[in-house]
């Protein structure tokens, strides 16, 4: 099972809590409390409302459950959203009705893309009021319902305690996700009768965790008899807690592994059998171990369209063993040979369980990571001087991860500096990378940042963020600066929105409609110090690269408020490698001015020797 539901109670474990009395009598707001508190809640997100204020009152009195007041209710999900994924247990937000709840879709679909157990509790008009266009009334269950895993509206209070527990149980097992329970004012105000532990009503609900022992061995068989496997590892190896099952399975076979955005940190970097991480901005290296592999184990990855770029070019010489606890995700986007269904952790420990008693002979792989690691040499990640003479991006980050090292939570918004983050970042343990992958939304790094140091208020997190993201969401510095989280930011500022600005420079003919942050004099607006400053943190600018190490350990000095390194770098940095959207991995670029590394000669080859001559020709 993965890591929420082992920590998040099921039906069993419910059953063992079963207390012998009489029911309490309560109000339907305090029944949501005390069903929290007895789930094992210790904090909640949220902002209160005049369909919530029910709630909030018990809230008040609550000495198991932590709020936290945020200043906008985006930044209430993505905070509930940080904290999941670093502590592994839900995550729980609150809004009240209307635009409460609305503000609360992004946060929720982000959630559901990443598949991250989350919770969210709306409040809502009254059940005489619903469907009349009452004062902030809002069909929020039609509107998430697409973003959800499942959603519930509570008509009886007597059905609170039943229906938040079984969002927990929806929200942490199988894969994960996000669950809305909308509450009417007047549900919360009647008096209901508490009983704990509830019984749990999800029929037809019966996630799979434990794989299939003929889909293993025929897996093992397949494994055996390749020559160029390589482990596709997705973001379900993090949410599974199956890192150290990963590391021994593929130690004991030595294949090679690639972690894809999702999944940085499942597997260690330093690692001889890691090839780094695949995909539009991925290294040539794991883009070349499935581009050319005869067999991908995919290990919790769903093809995403930003690994496989164009579909029908995609690994075109590979068998696939797809396992995933979603069924719904294998063979949606590739054909699989062998498809698993169960979660990561049992299905790693299911093979090299299943590898020894069978006494298989592991493949022998020396030759194919030779031709990798060949690559990775000759195609390290870098960067060269700005031309405008201001911080290269990648040099800030690499310093920081030099310096603040592997321990840490680093929390990238979306953009440029969340693939920079992503590459130039050194990542050794699961958890420690933070991000919003498959949505994409801009804002996500402060608020997620809050929920991760609220999980692990004894590690220190950084926000790696850019000054489009940073506008979005800054507020929540505010929070973290009251509610005591000393996040520390690092504010790549190049004056632009710098994704967009890059594909306008690469497919645009430079036609920079609309990016530009800065005024027409090239001042940049606002000043960053003294908004920061103005939000309870402390403030630094940096602009040359002596002062880049120094800054980053003064900011690692101050631990009573947050802190916020704007450091100014140059607007023409691009991201490199590049796989341009719609086209096929085998053009691959590591720079603008470089041919692609595989043309269509290429891609037919069908030795590992073959590429590793042809590559190392181009290099």
């Given at each position: 099972?993965?890591?929420?539901?082992?920590?998040?109670?099921?039906?069993?474990?419910?059953?063992?809590?079963?207390?012998?009395?009489?029911?309490?009598?309560?109000?339907?707001?305090?029944?949501?409390?005390?069903?929290?508190?007895?789930?094992?809640?210790?904090?909640?997100?949220?902002?209160?409302?005049?369909?919530?204020?029910?709630?909030?009152?018990?809230?008040?009195?609550?000495?198991?459950?932590?709020?936290?007041?945020?200043r906008h209710e985006q930044g209430a999900g993505h905070a509930a959203t940080g904290y999941a994924q670093v502590s592994g247990k839900v995550g729980v937000c609150i809004a009240t009705s209307g635009p409460g709840a609305t503000n609360l879709v992004t946060p929720i679909a982000d959630a559901a893309m990443d598949s991250v157990p989350l919770v969210a509790i709306t409040g809502q008009v009254g059940q005489s009021l619903l469907g009349t266009d009452a004062f902030q009334e809002a069909d929020i269950r039609g509107v998430t319902m697409p973003v959800t895993k499942h959603n519930f509206m509570v008509m009886d209070p007597n059905d609170i305690p039943r229906i938040i527990a079984e969002a927990f149980h929806l929200a942490s097992t199988g894969r994960p996700g996000a669950i809305l329970v909308d509450i009417p004012k007047d549900v919360q105000n009647a008096e209901m009768d508490f009983v704990w532990p509830p019984e749990l009503d999800l029929p037809?609900?019966?996630?799979?965790?434990?794989?299939?022992i003929r889909q293993i061995e025929e897996a093992l068989r397949l494994i055996?008899?390749?020559?160029?496997?390589?482990?596709?590892?997705?973001?379900?190896?993090?949410?599974?807690?199956?890192?150290?099952?990963?590391?021994?399975?593929?130690?004991?076979?030595?294949?090679?592994?690639?972690?894809?955005?999702?999944?940085?940190?499942?597997?260690?970097?330093?690692?001889?059998?890691?090839?780094?991480?695949?995909?539009?901005?991925?290294?040539?290296?794991?883009?070349?171990?499935?581009?050319?592999?005869?067999?991908?184990?995919?290990?919790?990855?769903?093809?995403?369209?930003?690994?496989?770029?164009?579909?029908?070019?995609?690994?075109?010489?590979?068998?696939?063993?797809?396992a995933d606890i979603d069924p719904a995700e294998i063979g949606k986007i590739r054909e699989a040979h062998v498809p698993i269904v169960g979660d990561a952790r049992e299905v790693l420990q299911a093979l090299l369980d299943s590898f020894k008693q069978m006494k298989l002979s592991k493949p022998n792989t020396a030759e194919w990571r030779e031709q990798l690691t060949d690559l990775r040499d000759c195609f390290p990640l870098g960067w060269e001087p700005q031309s405008d003479g201001k911080l290269s991006p990648q040099f800030?980050?690499?310093?920081?991860?030099?310096?603040?090292?592997?321990?840490?939570?680093?929390?990238?918004?979306?953009?440029?500096?969340?693939?920079?983050?992503?590459?130039?970042?050194?990542?050794?343990?699961?958890?420690?990378?933070?991000?919003?992958?498959?949505?994409?939304?801009?804002?996500y790094a402060v608020?997620?940042?809050?929920?991760?140091?609220?999980?692990?208020?004894?590690?220190?997190?950084?926000?790696?963020?850019?000054?489009?993201?940073?506008?979005?969401?800054?507020?929540?510095?505010?929070?973290?600066?009251?509610?005591?989280?000393?996040?520390?930011?690092?504010?790549?500022?190049?004056?632009?929105?710098?994704?967009?600005?890059?594909?306008?420079?690469?497919?645009?003919?430079?036609?920079?409609?609309?990016?530009?942050?800065s005024n027409k004099d090239g001042v940049y607006i606002p000043d960053f110090l003294?908004?920061?400053e103005g939000l309870g943190c402390h403030a630094i600018r940096v602009t040359k690269e002596e002062e880049v190490l120094p800054a980053i350990q003064e900011a690692r000095s101050i631990n009573d408020r947050p802190v916020v390194v704007e450091f100014i770098v140059g607007e023409d940095a691009q991201v490199w490698p590049m796989v341009a959207a719609g086209c096929s991995n085998d053009e691959i670029q590591v720079a603008m001015d470089i041919r692609p590394l595989f043309d269509e000669e290429d891609s037919a080859a069908e030795s590992p020797a073959d590429i590793h001559d042809t590559v190392a020709e181009k290099a």
């Open positions: 099972m993965n890591a929420a539901s082992r920590q998040s109670p099921t039906p069993a474990t419910l059953a063992a809590q079963s207390r012998v009395g009489k029911p309490d009598r309560m109000t339907g707001a305090q029944a949501i409390v005390r069903t929290l508190e007895e789930l094992g809640t210790d904090i909640v997100f949220g902002i209160p409302g005049g369909a919530v204020l029910p709630l909030y009152d018990p809230l008040y009195d609550s000495q198991r459950l932590r709020h936290v007041l945020v037809g609900y019966r996630p799979v965790t434990s794989p299939h055996e008899k390749s020559e160029r496997p390589v482990l596709y590892v997705g973001g379900g190896v993090i949410k599974a807690d199956a890192h150290a099952e990963l590391l021994a399975f593929a130690e004991a076979l030595e294949i090679p592994v690639v972690t894809t955005l999702m999944a940085r940190g499942a597997f260690p970097d330093s690692h001889d059998l890691h090839y780094g991480m695949p995909g539009m901005h991925g290294t040539v290296s794991a883009v070349a171990a499935l581009q050319r592999s005869d067999l991908i184990i995919a290990m919790g990855a769903r093809f995403d369209d930003r690994v496989t770029g164009q579909v029908d070019t995609f690994a075109p010489l590979a068998k696939v063993i797809h800030v980050i690499k310093t920081l991860s030099d310096e603040v090292g592997p321990d840490a939570v680093y929390v990238a918004g979306v953009g440029q500096h969340q693939m920079w983050a992503a590459q130039f970042v050194e990542y050794e343990k699961p958890r420690t990378w933070l991000n919003s992958g498959g949505l994409g939304t801009m804002g608020p997620a940042a809050m929920g991760a140091k609220a999980a692990a208020p004894g590690t220190e997190v950084w926000a790696i963020d850019g000054d489009g993201c940073f506008q979005m969401t800054n507020q929540e510095l505010t929070t973290c600066a009251i509610e005591g989280f000393p996040i520390k930011v690092a504010l790549i500022n190049n004056g632009n929105l710098g994704m967009v600005r890059q594909w306008q420079t690469l497919f645009y003919d430079e036609r920079y409609s609309n990016t530009k942050l003294k908004l920061s």
